[in-house]
């Protein structure tokens, strides 16, 4: 079911994707994210809410700077550096060894936070917002989260085959620089640019996502998709989160961007046991 992946980050054991889902915590340093902000944008905050994602067993700290919810305000490069360069330096100095990942679409911002002790280039706009970000991660040798958010796209046709066009655009953008498929990690970008329904069939069809059976971030933490669906606030989205996390397993995904990390890990946990069974030493 899970395609196996051995992913490269400097300074660091590798990221091992497979049957055991790896869980992204979601770290945003900005006043205004959709779910959380203005919890975290304090440095201590943030370094304790860091520290108990990790606890919780969070996999990856992603640190971001800039909220993408429908009608935020832009920030520009050097606010953005202002909100996430403490942080990440405060987790560094911490004795924090998680990876890092940086949520930004700026290669300057990215850049800054890879030399300061972030190891993964989490992109909304896939590589394509700014031809400079591939280089970035060439010049680092990091990995890049490249994820769907397709503007312009033909929405008459199919999200699935308009979803892999898409891709093979970036993964020509990072093989012109150097940057394999080996370390690149698809995000299909669910509730960017799509209705409802598209991010319900994404969901579904998953696997179609995985041009050569490359690896997958499913991010759907309290998304719209669950609070359209049921009609609740951000707040109270955690059990249409876990239902979207076990789905998203169950189609093959590896890594998972939440805010709750604890119950989708343990939602995790139950879905690879059901696929592949329990740990031997449980019996």
Excluded: C
Excluded at 6 to 19: K, V
Excluded at 67 to 80: C, D, I, K, N
Excluded at 141 to 151: N, Q, R
Excluded at 192 to 218: D, W
Aim: no cysteine; proline share 6%; hydrophobic share 45%.
């Amino acid at each position: 079911m899970h395609t196996t992946h051995t992913i490269a980050l400097p300074n660091r054991p590798p990221l091992i994707l497979g049957q055991r889902a790896l869980v992204m915590g979601i770290l945003n340093v900005t006043p205004d994210s959709f779910s959380d902000g203005g919890q975290h944008n304090l440095i201590e905050n943030a370094v304790a809410h860091a520290q108990a994602m990790i606890a919780d067993g969070a996999d990856i700290i992603d640190i971001g700077g800039e909220s993408t919810r429908p009608g935020a305000a832009l920030v520009s490069v050097q606010e953005e550096l202002d909100r996430v360069m403490p942080v990440i330096d405060a987790l560094v100095a911490a004795g924090i060894t998680t990876p890092i990942s940086i949520d930004s679409y700026k290669p300057l911002v990215a850049d800054q936070a890879i030399q300061a002790g972030a190891s993964i280039i989490n992109d909304v706009h896939g590589l394509q917002g700014a031809p400079e970000m591939a280089e970035i991660a060439a010049l680092h040798s990091v990995p890049v989260i490249a994820m769907h958010w397709d503007k312009v796209r033909d929405e008459a046709k199919p999200i699935i085959a308009e979803m892999a066009r898409y891709f093979e655009t970036t993964l020509a953008l990072a093989k012109a620089v150097g940057v394999g498929r080996e370390r690149i990690i698809l995000d299909p970008g669910f509730g960017f640019g799509k209705s409802l329904a598209e991010n319900y069939e994404v969901l579904r069809e998953l696997t179609e996502v995985q041009p050569r059976g490359m690896p997958i971030l499913v991010g759907t933490s309290r998304k719209s998709m669950i609070g359209r669906l049921l009609d609740i606030p951000a707040d109270e989205r955690l059990a249409g989160t876990i239902a979207t996390t076990v789905a998203g397993y169950l189609k093959g995904g590896h890594i998972f961007r939440v805010h709750d990390v604890r119950a989708n890990r343990d939602a995790l946990r139950v879905a690879q046991a059901t696929l592949y069974g329990p740990p031997t030493e449980l019996g």
